[in-house]
């Protein structure tokens, strides 16, 4: 199996930062990319950010020039630099990851448990 475990949520004021960080762990032969994902009570979950292990970044629209994200393959991790945080990105926030199990498996897509950001005004 895939293990995704994210830390560095919070409670911050706004305008405040905060660093995310997600480690991948078990079988894992592989790594495609890696992402953000938030999910806000009432709403859908919601892409944030995603990094290819060749570095490209692709951000939501409501997170460019705030947001960072950044990824280690050697120890599978990847990493959310959050500044000028405000109300509304507020949420759980998840890290997913496409990998490969076996060097000729499928890919599969694995989900972290999340990490509450709360953000207040």
């Known amino acids: 199996q895939v293990q995704l475990v994210e830390s560095g949520g919070g409670l911050v004021q706004a305008g405040g930062s905060l660093r995310l960080s997600c480690a991948a762990s078990?079988?894992?032969?592989?790594?495609?990319?890696m992402g953000w994902y938030r999910q806000a009570p009432g709403l859908q979950r919601e892409l944030v950010a995603t990094v290819t292990s060749g570095g490209t970044t692709n951000y939501a629209d409501s997170v460019k020039g705030r947001f960072t994200i950044s990824i280690d393959n050697v120890k599978n991790m990847v990493y959310l630099q959050m500044n000028s945080l405000q109300p509304e990105d507020t949420g759980l926030y998840y890290c997913?990851?496409?990998?490969?199990?076996?060097?000729?498996?499928?890919?599969?897509?694995?989900w972290g448990q999340g990490t509450q950001v709360t953000v207040s005004s």
């Open positions: 997913s990851t496409r990998a490969r199990r076996t060097a000729w498996g499928s890919w599969g897509d694995y």
């Open positions: 078990g079988r894992i032969v592989s790594i495609n990319n």
